[in-house]
């Protein structure tokens, strides 16, 4: 089994910042790519970021010049830096991996748990 633990959502106010952790754990052999999806209420979950493990990144058009992804390859991590926070980045914030798992050496796609994150005043 494969676990992608999720850190870091909250409350913050508009302009605000706000910094997302996932740690992927398990039955990995490697991870191809990490990512950042969210879903807000009544809408469908779309991309935010992605990043692959030789650190091409992408964004989606609203997030561009605001949010940055990294990962850290040796510790299985993806983050999501967040700055000039709106209320329509209000959602729940997923982690996602596409790996190949250490037993079979299938290729998998993993989701975490969510994390709110609420903006507002």
């Known amino acids: 089994q494969v676990q992608l633990v999720e850190s870091g959502g909250g409350l913050v106010q508009p302009g605000g910042s706000l910094r997302l952790s996932c740690a992927a754990s398990?039955?990995?052999?490697?991870?191809?790519?990490m990512g950042w999806y969210r879903q807000a209420p009544g809408k469908e979950r779309e991309l935010v970021a992605t990043?692959?493990?030789?650190?091409?990144?992408n964004y989606a058009d609203s997030v561009k010049g605001r949010f940055t992804i990294s990962r850290d390859n040796a510790k299985n991590t993806v983050y999501l830096q967040m700055n000039s926070l709106k209320p329509e980045d209000t959602a729940v914030y997923y982690c996602?991996?596409?790996?190949?798992?250490?037993?079979?050496?299938?290729?998998?796609?993993?989701w975490g748990q969510g994390t709110q994150v609420t903006v507002s005043s």
């Open positions: 398990g039955n990995i052999f490697s991870i191809n790519v």
């Open positions: 990043s692959t493990r030789g650190g091409s990144t």
């Open positions: 996602n991996a596409v790996l190949v798992l250490a037993t079979t050496y299938k290729l998998s796609n993993a």
